[in-house]
């Protein structure tokens, strides 16, 4: 299922179903490693890739899906957002070995939301700085609509670096590991670390 949220001459954003999992996952696998080294998809990757759409699907009942393709309907962007239920194992758990709950004052109030499987076709003839800003902000909406919201996620450190230029507050929570070929961050956002952010770059959605 796909459903076309956004739409400019060169490119389409829609929001889609859990039947999409396995294609997104293979294009964030492939972006990555095509990102961060210099030869083809190595053979672990395909193990990889079947790991991660087992580990999206434990999350689908809770997740929200974005996607690009551009006008012949090549996929070139991604995006996954979650509501956390504070028991399934999450990547930073996995990854990390960190707690989000032993990390952030948590309460009964308190959600938590994982954004994962972003990855942009920088080999596409279009400004990836504003689709990674459509991208997120569509992601960041989601937790804004709570009260005590706080975003999570493993983030590779050049990302990491434009996020807080572009006015998300960010904070580490662990050290650095390699994961799908980059250098990978664990960090938080509070809703009032993401607002700035949001209001900054959402009237990028307005018009179509």
């Known amino acids: 299922m796909e459903s076309k949220i956004w739409t400019c001459d060169k490119y389409a ?18 972006q990555n490693y095509g990102h961060h080294t210099s030869h083809s998809l190595p053979i672990i990757a395909k193990s990889e890739i079947e790991d991660i759409c087992k580990e999206e699907i434990s999350y689908s009942k809770d997740s929200t899906y974005f996607i690009v393709r551009d006008k012949v309907g090549k ?10 239920d504070k028991q399934t194992p999450m990547p930073m758990q996995k990854i990390f070995h960190i707690s989000p709950l032993e990390m952030v004052e948590d309460t009964p109030a308190t959600s938590f939301w994982h954004i994962g499987r972003f990855a942009i076709d920088s080999t596409s003839d ?15 909406s989601l937790i804004l609509g709570e009260d005590d919201s ?16 572009l006015g998300i507050e960010t904070h580490q929570i662990g050290n650095p590991l390699i994961y799908l070929a980059s250098e ?22 307005d018009v179509s």
């Open 126 to 140: 279009f400004s990836t700085i504003i689709l990674f800003k459509q991208l997120m902000a569509l992601a960041v």
């Open 13 to 30: 954003i829609f929001q889609v179903g859990n039947d999409r999992i396995h294609e997104i996952v293979e294009f964030v696998v492939t």
């Open 150 to 165: 706080y975003m999570i996620a493993e983030t590779d450190k050049h990302l990491l670096r434009v996020m807080n230029a």
């Open 75 to 84: 996929l070139i962007g991604s995006i996954r957002v979650f509501r956390w």
């Open 184 to 205: 990978t961050i664990p960090v938080y956002s509070s809703k009032k670390g993401l607002t700035k952010f949001y209001q900054s770059c959402y009237p990028l959605l």
